[in-house]
Every structure is written in structure tokens, then in C-alpha cells.
């Protein structure tokens, strides 16, 4: 008896049972293929906000306080997490909505020099590590992005930006990994999935919201951005 109407990965790879692809029931189960990712990928944002909306609230505020101190905001990730960095980086440079201020953000990311001498020289674990020595400040904050929470060049980042003094924020998969348990981040916004897709798109959803409610705390401050006590820097 074929069973392949009722099995969408029997459809989808038929010569693992001994079959050939016929079109229409491959394109069928396409699109719950489709239907099922799309599902899956709302149920765990939904998931994620609800459990984590205060979470949210408190890293804005922490990003907020930022630059309201003048302090800048360093973003840093691997592979597709990079992209989530420069990202985040990009929205608060540029910010696509009306009358919101462009705001100092800096993806660690886009130095491929320094990267590669890094990697090259002493090892990737401290890509990140050396360049916060360089140029971060007390003032300023720490982003990264990792879908696994296990990046040693992210952790070693965060145990620099700890003894210089910045905030420290994670955005991690799974259960936070080695990020969540080393004690070394101020706020860690986890994405309870084993899917790497399902994490980096909850991810998107979540920087997006935070860019804006920064942007809302910052309403009312605007005119402090770029002072110390009152006088211009």
C-alpha cells in the first residue's frame, strides 16, 4: 500500500522509498512544507514575546541610558549572527523612521583587517575581544548575537567588556548556552528553539521592537543626547 499521499517527506524525497517524484505531489507538500515553517515560526515568536516583553523593556531602558550618557553601542556575531549585528548597527545609524536621531552604533564585525590579523596572529576567540580594548568605554554597551550561546570569541568579549565596565546584552537560541550561564551579561534575551532559522527570525523581530522602544524612551531626552550636564560634548 503507498502511503505517499498521506506523507509530506515521502513526497518531498521519494527515491529514499524506492519512488519516483511525480510534480503535483511534490508541489503539495511544498506548500505545507511552507505552511508548517510559517506556523512554527509565529508560535515561537509568540512564545518568546510572551515570556520575555519585560525582558525587552529592561534592555531598552539599558540601551537608552546608553546614549543618553553618551556612551556607544558595540554589536558583534558570527556567520549569519554578523548580519544580525550590522543590523542592528545599521538602524540605529539610520534610522528609517522621521525626526528619530541617528544614534553611535558600531558593528565589530566590518574591520576585515583587523579580524583577519587578529585570526590570524593570536586567534578568532579574541576578534572581538582586541578591538573593545581599543575603543570601548565605560559609557558604552555590548550586543552579541549567537543562535547556539556557545561563541568563545563573543564570551571573550563579554569578559573584556565586564572589566572595562559596559552593559551587556546577549541575544541567544536554545537555552542561552555558556552566554546565559558565564554571569557575564546584564540581559539576556533567549529564544527557547533548536532551530537556527526559527532563532535568528525571532531575533529580527526583537531588535526591530527594541529599536523602537529606545526610540520612545528617548523621546522626551532628545535634547540631552550629546551633552554632559547640560553643555555640549
Not at 545609524?93 to 574591520?111: E, W, Y
Request: with cysteine; aromatic share 6%; glycine share 8%.
Amino acid at each position: 500500500m503507498n502511503n505517499g499521499d498521506n506523507n509530506p517527506l515521502q513526497n518531498l524525497y521519494p527515491f529514499l522509498h524506492g519512488q519516483k517524484k511525480d510534480a503535483g505531489s511534490e508541489n503539495n507538500a511544498l506548500l505545507d512544507s511552507i505552511q508548517i515553517k510559517a506556523a512554527e515560526s509565529i508560535e515561537v515568536k509568540s512564545q518568546f514575546f510572551a515570556k520575555n516583553n519585560q525582558a525587552l523593556i529592561d534592555t531598552a531602558q539599558a540601551i537608552a541610558t546608553t546614549f543618553l550618557k553618551n556612551g556607544r553601542l558595540f554589536t558583534m556575531g558570527n556567520g549569519g549572527s554578523s548580519c544580525d549585528a550590522s543590523h542592528l548597527a545599521v538602524e540605529f545609524q539610520h534610522p528609517v523612521t522621521a525626526g528619530r536621531q541617528a544614534l553611535p552604533a558600531i558593528n565589530l564585525c566590518i574591520d576585515t583587517a583587523m579580524i583577519s590579523a587578529v585570526s590570524n596572529d593570536v586567534g578568532v576567540k579574541h576578534v572581538f575581544a582586541r578591538q573593545l580594548d581599543a575603543h570601548a568605554q565605560s559609557n558604552d554597551a555590548l550586543v552579541g548575537f549567537s543562535t547556539s550561546g556557545h561563541s568563545a570569541n563573543l564570551i571573550a568579549a563579554f569578559n573584556k567588556a565586564k572589566q572595562i565596565g559596559l552593559t551587556t546584552i546577549g541575544f541567544v537560541g536554545a537555552d542561552g548556552g555558556e552566554m546565559r550561564s558565564s554571569g557575564l551579561l546584564d540581559h539576556c534575551l533567549v529564544v527557547e528553539s533548536d532551530s537556527i532559522h526559527r532563532v535568528q527570525e525571532t531575533h529580527v523581530a526583537c531588535y526591530h521592537i527594541l529599536w523602537d522602544l529606545v526610540h520612545t524612551l528617548l523621546a522626551d531626552q532628545r535634547g540631552l543626547l550629546g551633552t554632559q550636564n547640560g553643555e555640549p560634548t
